[in-house]
């Protein structure tokens, strides 16, 4: 029993040494607030698109996004959420995502549409 749980051990760490999987990155190269304005003092209404660029930093396997959601606070109200089509990318490759997050009629708190 101890000889195939330490050869099972040892295949697992040479299968992990060969492919030697890296995590993949998620950042915003650009953001632009398009439009942002207050309805009646309190009702936020707001327009943003970001570029969000998808990296993986593998040399040996691909990375799949099957579900990618982007979700847009103001202090800890959510007022925009957008949903990103499932993708695929390559290994030693990026990706860029054009993101369109918009709200409308978001209902802030006195003290939160003051600043």
């Known amino acids: 029993f101890w ?10 760490l040479i299968v ?10 998620i950042d915003i190269s650009a953001a632009n607030l398009n439009a942002a304005y207050l309805d009646m003092g309190f009702l936020l209404n707001g327009d943003m698109t970001i570029l969000a660029n998808f990296s993986n930093p593998s040399k040996k396997t691909s990375v799949e996004f099957n579900s990618v959601t982007f979700e847009l606070y103001y202090y800890n109200t959510l007022i925009a959420t957008q949903y990103v089509e499932p993708f695929k990318v390559p290994k030693k490759m990026s990706m860029f995502a054009n993101v369109h997050l918009v709200s409308s009629q978001v209902t802030l708190q006195p003290t939160q549409s003051r600043e």
């Open 16 to 25: 992990y040494l060969v492919y030697r999987p890296r995590s993949p990155h």
């Open 3 to 12: 000889i195939i749980l330490i050869l099972g051990g040892l295949i697992v």
